[in-house]
Structures are given as structure tokens and as C-alpha cells.
């Protein structure tokens, strides 16, 4: 309308034409105008996100190059902060890595007041002079699975209130070993020790029938895989009532972990670390070979876990020659359940046994140098010296129970008698280093005693965090090797007190159950004025154990007194 005197509508503000564009469009292009602005990338920066897509960044699709970017952008300031402060929450949070003084490692770990307390803090009745039957298992396994499925007997028995028969250890095909419970354990310091707690026989009673006294036949049931209380409140204690005895086999992880009763939960640590000791010739063996170690000053023990058997099981083989790998192969498809299983992809999650080399190299990283002596606790090493080289040349000062213990030692070295001498020495050393931890085996197990124990130091490596640095080495990028090594290890707890995380098992840390606070603010932490710890501690002192010689420094003097009372 181009009339002069009409009065003109107020004019309205035209629109600038990117508001009409849509959001998702406008975005799309500041993202392209900020990648024709920035420099290109280099060969090197290429390769180096072509490299974190290898090592699993980039599962699945790649992901867009600005996740990428942020990606790194917030990897290299962590990196970059952790580097000048360490990680803040460690043990040494707020001091640089470098500042560390690994000879403090010798000592144990800050207990932060909490003690190992494993005595009843609520009323704990003895069990009722009748029993609804008999409990017999056999626990499978080796010596350390077999110790765990002997607490969860004893648990088991308590909450039935049967009668243990004393439990069965499984003589198979790789440990060879017929020496059974009493070749092991002390049995009468098992009994005595556990008397408050359930009624242990040695055996099933005979019984009358037709004039003639016949053994009691035990009912024979395969109980599922980690059962739970109600399974034997339920189902086993209608089946023991109804038989009289019944027979669990096998009987390896066959109750639940996690027990919503804590005074269950000290019920398994008093028989792990109470009850449950040695005979007197293993104490003795054990205690000569540690006199030996410590004759020179301090040592280390480490469980290297590099047989074929855990090879196998992993499915880590691609470092090994085709004849070594066709040996491991044979062996996974004969034990283990069928499955694909990719090295790489194993490794990288941290599924796979630190090497003997990695071992040495993390050691020199943290700060140990060849001076260090080493108890070495494993089997027989596949791949032999071709794996052990490396490790012996960066620290020479190596034993294991062939060369300081015995040589009556040596006609049992594969079986359940020099796996418990090993264990007790590993207890023992100032430091524990376990290469490989799964469930209830020998690292889990002593991991635990030595928390139970005092808080003794313990070295545990974070295979999966350690894979890529070893990986990238490997590759040639050895810029920074130790000072990322150092990253990773020195954020640990050390055997310190911790928090139980899922897939930690009790076994590996009875903390807080088993634990009690000298100084609590919360009641039920404060530690029983009956505690078996003080109280077996000083029934020790005068007790005599037949044909052991505990000639030895005051430190081992104190530490064996204990261990009499606790293992």
C-alpha cells in the first residue's frame, strides 16, 4: 500500500537469517567453522588416536572427532594434574610420586585404629547338646579354595545345627596328594578352637542294624553354586533330617559370599585365622625358611602365577611359541569350559598374568633395586627360563622353598604341603605381591590374612590399568614408562584398611566384620573385651607345640606366637 497518509504499522524487526536456520544446523556449522580454524593435524597426532581406538577407546563406532577431542582433552589434564600432585585419595595423596619413600613400604600399612577382632559381639549361644544330623563335604580344589570351603562347612553346620564330620580334602589329578585333612591341619586345635561354635567329629558313627553295627550311609546332594542360608535351612536340613547325614560334594564355593549377619561373617574368619592350623612340622619348615630370609634384613615374597594352568584358563597364549601354545590350547579344551577368547582383548581388560618380566620392571619402577630379596611362591614357570631371564637379571636375589627349605621338602613340592609352606612364609615377609588374584585362591586368601594379621604391606597391581602401559612399550614408547607405572601402583591401598568392593571377596577382606575400632564412634565397632585375638595371644605364651624349634629374631618370635594361635 503506497498511500503517503495512511499512518504506517510500527515496523517490525526483521529476523536475521541464521535464527530461522535450526538449532542442530546452526551447531553443525560453528563446529565446521572452529575445524577450518584450528591447524591440521599431524601424522603423529593421527597415529596417536588410531592407537587409543586399538586399545579400546573406539568400540563400536568411532565415535565423533569432538567426543574425541574432549576425550583427550580431559585424559591429558587428569594426566597432567596427577603428574605434578599424584592422585589425591591414594595413600599419597597430596605428595608427588617421586617424593614416595618406598623403604616405608617395609612396614605395615596405617590401620587408622581398627584392629582384627573375629569374637562375638551379640549373644552367641553354644550349639544344643542334640544335633538335627550329620554334615559331611568334600572340598575340592586346592589348598586355598579347599580352606574356604572349610569355613563355609563350619558356617553351614552352625546354621543347621548339625554335626561336622571333619571335613574331606579332594585328592585329584594335579595336586597328587593323599595327605587329607589331619596331614595338614593340626586337628586337635581345630576341635578345641571351634567347641563353642558347632559339634566336630572325625567320622560318621556306626549304627545298629539287624544286630550288626553298620557305619551311617550320609545322603548324597550337589548343592548349587554359591547357595544361599535358606537353601541349607530349607532343602539340605529337610534331607539331613530325613537320612540323618548328608554327603556335599563338592563343595567349592558353595555358600553365598555375602552374608546379611555379621556374626556369621566372624564365625568364617575365626575358623580361617584361628582355627585353622598347621601341622607342627609346617610351622617349623616355614619358620626356618623365613630366619634364613630374614638373616640379610627385609624380603619380599611374590606368588607368580605364570603356570600353564592359569595360562590356559586365562586364554592369554599369543606370547608363546606354536608347540607352547598348542600345550595350552589341549589343556583349556580338556579342563576348562569351551570359549573364544582373544588375547588382545584379554589383556587389555587385564584378564591376563603379569609376565615375570613385568613384574621386575614394575618393582624397578616403584623404587625396589637389585639388592631386593625375593621369595618366589609358584609352581613351575611355563616357558621356563626364557621368561625368567629378564626378571633374574634385574633382581638376582631369588628363593623359593627348593633353595632355602629342606630337602624333605622337595618329595612334596606340588602338593598341598609345600603349597601351605609357601603360604605361611608369604605371610610372614614384610611385603606380599600377588600377580594373578581369583577367587578364593592363594593370593586372595593371604591377601586376607595379612589384612586380618596386622595390616602387613601388600603390593597389588592393577592389571587392567597397567595393560596399556606395558602395551605401549612394547610398541616402542618407552617416554615416561616408570613414571606411568608409578601412577598406577602407588594408588593402591596398600593392605590398609578398605571398603569390600564387588568383585572383592570376604575371603580377601573380612573388613569391617572381622575388624573392631580402639577408639569407635559408632558402638558397634568398639572391639569385645574377649577378644580370641588377646585372649589365644596369651594362652600362647605358655603353651609348648611338640618338635618345633622357635629359635629366631624377636620380630619372628612375635609374629610366630601369633600365628600359632591364628592360622
Not at 143 to 162: D, G, K, P, T
Not at 187 to 212: A, E, W, Y
Not at 464 to 493: C, S, W
Amino acid at each position: 500500500d503506497l498511500n503517503p497518509h495512511k499512518i504506517p504499522a510500527p515496523r517490525r524487526q526483521t529476523p536475521h537469517p541464521a535464527s530461522r536456520i535450526p538449532p542442530d544446523r546452526r551447531r553443525r556449522r560453528r563446529r565446521r567453522r572452529r575445524r577450518a580454524s584450528s591447524p591440521p593435524a599431524s601424522n603423529a597426532q593421527r597415529r596417536g588416536g588410531e592407537a587409543w581406538l586399538r586399545r579400546g577407546g573406539g568400540a563400536g563406532k568411532s565415535p565423533p572427532r569432538m567426543c574425541v577431542a574432549v576425550a583427550v582433552l580431559v585424559a591429558g589434564t587428569v594426566w597432567l594434574c596427577a603428574s605434578s600432585a599424584g592422585f589425591m585419595g591414594g595413600p599419597y595423596g597430596g605428595y608427588r610420586v617421586q617424593d614416595v619413600d618406598v623403604n616405608k613400604l617395609w612396614t605395615t600399612a596405617g590401620s587408622n585404629g581398627w584392629r582384627a577382632s573375629s569374637a562375638p559381639r551379640s549373644y552367641w549361644p553354644p550349639p544344643p547338646a542334640e544335633t538335627n544330623g550329620y554334615l559331611r563335604v568334600r572340598c575340592n580344589g586346592g589348598l586355598n579354595q579347599q580352606r574356604s570351603a572349610i569355613c563355609n562347612a563350619v558356617v553351614a553346620a552352625r546354621i543347621m545345627n548339625a554335626t561336622l564330620v571333619l571335613p574331606e580334602l579332594d585328592t585329584n589329578s594335579f595336586w597328587r596328594d593323599k595327605s587329607g585333612f589331619p596331614g595338614i591341619y593340626d586337628v586337635p586345635h581345630f576341635l578345641k578352637t571351634l567347641k563353642h561354635d558347632v559339634h566336630i567329629v572325625t567320622s560318621l558313627p556306626g549304627i545298629m542294624s539287624k544286630g550288626k553295627t553298620k557305619k551311617l550311609k550320609a545322603h548324597k546332594i550337589v548343592p548349587p553354586r554359591d547357595a544361599p542360608l535358606s537353601w541349607y535351612t530349607t532343602l539340605a536340613l529337610e534331607e539331613m533330617k530325613k537320612y540323618g547325614a548328608i554327603y556335599l560334594t563338592p563343595f567349592s564355593h558353595r555358600l553365598a559370599e555375602d552374608i546379611d549377619d555379621p556374626e556369621l561373617q566372624r564365625l568364617r574368619c575365626r575358623v580361617n585365622y584361628h582355627a585353622l592350623r598347621f601341622k607342627p612340622h609346617i610351622m617349623k619348615i616355614s619358620n626356618e625358611i623365613v630366619n634364613k630370609l630374614r638373616s640379610e634384613g627385609h624380603f619380599m615374597s611374590i606368588h607368580l602365577r605364570f603356570e600353564m594352568d592359569m595360562l590356559a584358563f586365562a586364554g592369554c597364549i599369543d606370547i608363546f611359541t606354536p608347540e607352547e601354545q598348542k600345550i595350552l590350547i589341549e589343556y583349556r579344551e580338556k579342563n576348562f569350559a569351551k570359549k573364544i577368547l582373544v588375547y588382545k582383548d584379554r589383556r587389555i581388560i587385564g584378564k591376563c598374568p603379569l609376565t615375570p618380566e613385568e613384574v621386575g620392571l614394575i618393582l624397578r619402577a616403584i623404587g625396589f633395586d637389585n639388592s631386593t630379596r625375593i621369595y618366589l611362591a609358584s609352581g613351575e614357570i611355563f616357558g621356563g627360563d626364557r621368561f625368567m631371564s629378564p626378571f633374574r637379571a634385574m633382581f638376582p636375589r631369588l628363593d623359593n622353598h627348593s633353595s632355602v627349605g629342606p630337602e624333605k621338602l622337595e618329595e612334596n613340592t606340588r602338593g598341598l604341603a609345600g603349597s601351605a609352606v609357601d603360604y605361611m612364609v608369604c605371610l610372614l615377609s614384610d611385603i606380599f605381591m600377588p600377580t594373578y588374584d581369583g577367587p578364593s585362591n592363594f593370593a586372595n586368601n593371604l591377601m586376607g590374612h595379612r589384612l586380618y594379621y596386622g595390616f602387613q604391606t601388600t603390593i597389588t597391581p592393577n592389571r587392567k590399568a597397567l595393560a596399556p602401559i606395558f602395551m605401549d612399550r612394547e610398541e616402542g614408547h618407552v617416554t615416561g614408562f616408570e613414571d606411568r607405572v608409578r601412577q598406577v601402583m602407588f594408588n593402591t591401598h596398600f593392605g590398609g584398611p578398605h571398603k569390600r568392593i564387588h568383585p572383592e571377596s570376604f575371603y580377601t577382606n573380612s573388613w569391617p566384620e572381622c575388624f573392631c575400632h580402639m577408639n569407635p564412634m559408632n558402638p558397634s565397632d568398639k572391639c569385645p573385651s574377649d577378644d580370641p585375638h588377646d585372649v589365644l595371644g596369651g594362652q600362647l605364651q605358655n603353651e609348648e607345640i611338640e618338635d618345633v624349634d622357635l629359635k629366631t629374631t624377636d620380630k619372628i618370635e612375635s609374629i610366630t606366637q601369633i600365628e600359632e594361635t591364628m592360622i
